[in-house]
């Protein structure tokens, strides 16, 4: 007798299984024909299923047939319905779930969907909102990094912050990390100088610079005396540490190793600890001054928006965890009792070339006097202003506020003037101007005087107009180059007579007139913002 044909009924987990299966091939990437195939195999295997007394699931045999892509994406469909991320069916209800899709959330690139449950009668049922993430599981790698990253990084990062960010990170972490490696072993010679043993010294060394590094050591007078004292007369640089803050902060590092070096020496004079000890902590304090006042200006170029704050706390967190592990590395090393002098010279040197990239690193937008001979320089000699970055790489940072410069601004007559024939003779020229400029050949200077109706554009074009002067007379001396390193050089070579400096006078007038709104536009072109007070003008004027 022949059996009659079966027929068979699909099941319900049958029929979720192709719809879930046509949804997830329908959303992805791959062309018409895959699909068409991943439709007809789940059909196919649906169909064999009501024969079927395995113990999977129709989802994970169709899962377990298809292809290797195909595999992937019904696999993730079986968990999603095993671990409640239900696939939505378009209308904002979940198939074969009493979950309603209420909302969608995004934050930093990971998404969530909101999901509320509702009972037999259609109504949500109270503090049923459940948050279904959309994305796998972050590895544990992944999870401390991200970690780390809110620590040391600004939100919105890298978006955030300009891209000299980095760079001025990694060597200011560097330049701590050989601070805090430093700092452990003067003290631990501080110790030794007054009496404890070596062996003593380094355990003592560590916790006494702890302290110190939390700046609550009261029972050191000379914290709060000869430091103090350091700190309000390095004070007196006043605006120099916005038109030189590079320079500063360079010098600031710099006398920070000198005051690590004299408490060094301390070892071999005990009986000079007082003073030099005192000596070294006014150093070290006019150092924090320096580095103190300069911060905000490098950070506030740093941040694109109004997160200077986050900007700040994340640089100063960064400095903290450097400090942190150099203190632990001379913990390490002090328990060998290496030779301080070698150990102090290596640190030492690693410190001062971490110090020297990390201000070299930063990308400024202003132009002061260093940044400003630089691009006149470059359109007088090429035609052309330097970048953002060429102009702060070639900035010279030894080119210290103290040091004698050629060009002054600002100056006073006496300074400028011997002769009173001199200024008569050009006076007419810059008739129209507000402001004088003239040479000095006694001191090989160029002088720009102002007048008090001088505004601020007054007073840049005053400046441009003195490096032009000493561009020609440079020129006439045979340096055709007019790098930073040979601006101290004596120019007092040329010696010309009055007629032959009107007459220098009066071409730089002409070269002023038809190329400083060139200069202006070139500069603001590249980025660059002038600013009159960034080149630290005198006070006295014409009248």
Request: hydrophobic residues 40%; aromatic residues 8%.
């Amino acid at each position: 007798m022949t059996t009659p044909p079966m027929k068979l009924k699909r099941s319900p987990a049958a029929n979720s299984a192709t719809v879930t299966a046509v949804k997830s091939a329908a959303s992805s990437s791959q062309d018409a024909l895959a699909a068409r195939l991943l439709v007809r195999e789940t059909m196919r295997i649906s169909a064999n299923l009501a024969t079927s007394t395995g113990s999977s699931s129709p989802m994970e045999v169709a899962a377990a047939s298809a292809s290797a892509s195909q595999q992937a994406q019904v696999r993730s469909i079986v968990d999603d319905v095993k671990f409640g991320s239900l696939v939505e069916d378009g209308g904002g209800q979940f198939v074969d779930s009493s979950l309603r899709l209420i909302c969608r959330e995004e934050i930093d690139g990971r998404r969530w969907s909101y999901v509320a449950e509702k009972d037999g009668s259609g109504r949500f049922k109270k503090n049923s909102i459940r948050a279904l993430s959309l994305q796998c599981p972050q590895a544990p790698t992944e999870e401390l990094m991200s970690f780390v990253r809110s620590y040391v990084v600004p939100e919105g990062f890298p978006d955030s912050v300009s891209s000299s960010y980095v760079p001025y990170m990694m060597w200011r972490a560097l330049k701590h990390f050989f601070g805090g490696a430093i700092g452990v072993f003067t003290t631990q010679t501080l110790l030794g100088s007054v009496g404890v043993s070596r062996n003593r010294a380094a355990p003592g060394a560590v916790a006494i610079n702890w302290i110190l590094k939390a700046n609550v050591m009261t029972v050191n007078p000379r914290h709060d005396g000869a430091g103090r004292v350091g700190k309000m007369i390095f004070a007196r640089q006043g605006k120099k540490f916005d038109c030189d803050l590079k320079q500063l902060r360079f010098t600031g590092d710099l006398l920070m190793e000198l005051g690590a070096g004299v408490e060094l020496v301390t070892a071999a004079v005990p009986h000079l600890f007082l003073p030099l000890a005192c000596a070294a902590n006014v150093l070290k304090n006019v150092a924090a001054v320096t580095s103190t006042s300069t911060r905000t200006p490098i950070y506030k170029a740093f941040a694109k928006g109004d997160n200077i704050g986050d900007v700040t706390a994340k640089g100063e967190c960064v400095g903290n965890i450097a400090d942190l592990l150099g203190t632990g590395l001379s913990i390490m090393i002090s328990r060998r009792n290496p030779s301080l002098v070698t150990t102090f010279a290596f640190l030492s040197c690693g410190y001062i070339f971490s110090s020297y990239q990390e201000v070299k690193s930063v990308v400024l937008q202003t132009l002061n006097r260093a940044r400003f001979s630089v691009a006149v320089e470059s359109f007088l000699n090429t035609g052309r202003v330097p970048s953002l970055q060429e102009g702060n790489k070639q900035e010279d940072i030894f080119n210290f506020p103290w040091k004698n410069k050629p060009v002054v601004i600002g100056s006073r007559f006496k300074d400028a003037f011997q002769d009173p024939g001199a200024f008569l003779s050009i006076e007419p020229l810059f008739e129209k101007e507000r402001y004088v400029v003239t040479y000095n050949p006694s001191n090989g200077k160029v002088y720009a005087l102002l007048k008090d109706q001088a505004k601020a554009d007054d007073i840049i074009k005053a400046a441009f107009h003195a490096h032009v002067l000493l561009h020609f007379i440079q020129s006439v001396n045979g340096r055709q180059s007019v790098s930073r390193k040979h601006q101290e050089y004596d120019h007092s070579k040329f010696a010309p007579t009055s007629a032959d400096l009107e007459a220098r006078i009066a071409e730089s007038c002409e070269m002023v007139s038809a190329s400083y709104g060139h200069f202006k536009s070139k500069t603001a072109e590249q980025g660059w913002r002038m600013s009159d007070s960034l080149l630290n003008p005198g006070r006295a004027r014409l009248y």
